[in-house]
């Protein structure tokens, strides 16, 4: 999969997510390849569970991401569910 890449490429895009910036690993990987962003961001995405599956332990942060966002639009459906079922019942 990383086949465009060097090893020295390989590894710092891996510890830039290692560190949870994905971002940051995302641009590396259009700055080495000259792919564009959806390619980029497609193959960071792929790499992410690959990195995951062979060492969960270092990158975490990564299975960390995006659970915030998740409890807030839960929060928010929740919130809006029970205003409708007030609404029908009463209004």
Not at 7 to 16: D, F, M
Not at 29 to 49: A, C, H, N, Q
Not at 59 to 88: M, N, P, R, W, Y
Request: some cysteine; charged content about 25%; glycine content about 8%.
């Amino acid at each position: 999969m990383t086949n465009d890449l060097t090893p020295e490429q390989t590894g710092e895009i891996a510890e830039s997510l290692a560190s949870g910036n994905k971002i940051k690993a995302i641009k590396l990987y259009r700055i080495y390849t000259g792919k564009d962003l959806k390619e980029s961001k497609d193959f960071i995405e792929l790499l992410i569970v690959q990195l995951i599956q062979k060492d969960p332990s270092k990158f975490a942060k990564l299975t960390e991401q995006g659970k915030g966002c998740a409890s807030v639009i839960v929060a928010c459906l929740s919130l809006l569910a029970g205003g409708v079922i007030l609404f029908l019942k009463y209004g």
